[in-house]
């Protein structure tokens, strides 16, 4: 089983404690061996988005930016 930690806002973080950037963060954690895996940041820093996965890829869509201004792009990363 894997969970995947995608965007945020440093005055909303995560649980992982260690250091990275929220906004443009793709993390990836294996629950059943505990490893964390930082995978290819996103081009744009967002949160309050939505989220899809399709095939091997997970979709980002619209969200709002860094600065709290609605962001309408989309972006695909690959699993």
């Avoid at 969970?3 to 993390?27: F, N, Q």
Wanted: proline share 1%; hydrophobic share 35%.
């Amino acid at each position: 089983m894997v969970v995947w930690v995608i965007g945020g806002h440093e005055m909303l973080p995560s649980l992982l404690t260690r250091k990275y950037d929220e906004a443009k963060s793709c993390i990836h954690i294996d629950i059943s061996s505990g490893i964390i895996t930082k995978k290819s940041s996103m081009n744009v820093g967002r949160m309050g988005f939505g989220v899809g996965h399709i095939g091997q890829y997970i979709y980002v869509v619209a969200g709002c930016n860094e600065d709290g201004e609605a962001e309408r792009s989309c972006e695909r990363l690959d699993m």
